[in-house]
């Protein structure tokens, strides 16, 4: 896997946007970059994936830089059920999937 | 989506039993899955990797005569802990992917206690 880097924490208020980043600066040209979150006691639950352009569905928009070295989870309206360790993967080999230690997201009322 | 089921949720087992624990595509076919493993307030581990029909690929570290891994269908992969000990204890987590290899779907998990 490329390495991923993530902030441990972040706060957000509920209702507010959440922008949660990630640093892949070893990705290479055909690996995704995919979003998981982990809610306590629960299995991960997909979020989003992407390879060079940005990416929207129902549950965030995923912004990936030109040079794929960074990306951009973007949750538009926060809730408290928002509340989760967010994991940003980029695999590699045989899809394997290698988790960091994500970043866990406080939504606060 | 794609579902994933596991089962049991928990268990709780003496030292030295073994215990199976099921993983299955409830909407799909599974052509891989894989297992992991999560200690409190750590991330999930990759432990093996099984493709349907073949044996499993274990991770570095991994043993694979204690964790037996069998994935005789599409639909269907089992993880047995053998002779489980209290260091077993953990939170154990199945994922699947199918055509589209690029998408892994998780189970649940299921919490192992061995007392």
């Known amino acids: 896997d490329a390495k991923t880097t993530q902030p441990p924490s972040m706060d957000c208020a509920e209702g507010r946007a959440a922008n949660l980043p990630c640093n892949h600066s070893?990705?290479?040209?055909?690996?995704?970059v995919y979003w998981y979150r982990q809610i306590h006691s629960q299995g991960p639950q997909y979020i989003i994936h992407?390879?060079?352009n940005n990416e929207t569905n129902e549950m965030a928009s995923l912004i990936i830089t030109e040079d794929r070295k960074s990306s951009t989870l973007i949750l538009p309206h926060a809730t408290l059920r928002d509340t989760a360790v967010y994991y940003c993967i980029a695999p590699r080999n045989f899809n394997k999937f290698y988790f960091g230690s994500g970043t866990k997201l406080n939504v606060k009322p | 989506g794609a579902v994933v089921s596991q089962h049991p949720s928990w268990v709780i087992c003496k030292s030295g039993t073994s215990v199976k624990i099921e993983c299955r595509s409830l909407d799909f076919q599974a052509t891989t899955m894989f297992w992991y493993r999560q200690f409190p307030k750590q991330s999930l581990m990759l432990m093996a990797t099984?493709?349907?029909?073949?044996?499993?690929?274990?991770e570095q570290g991994v043993e694979k005569d204690k964790f037996l891994i069998n994935h005789a269908s599409l639909t269907l992969s089992t993880l047995t802990v053998t002779s489980a000990h209290p260091e077993d204890s953990s939170f154990y987590i199945c994922?699947?992917?199918?055509?589209?290899?690029?998408?892994?779907?998780f189970g649940p998990g299921t919490r192992l206690t061995v007392l």
């Open positions: 070893t990705i290479s040209g055909n690996e995704y």
């Open positions: 992407g390879l060079k």
């Open positions: 994922s699947a992917s199918g055509l589209q290899l690029n998408e892994q779907f």
């Open positions: 099984s493709n349907e029909g073949s044996k499993a690929t274990y």
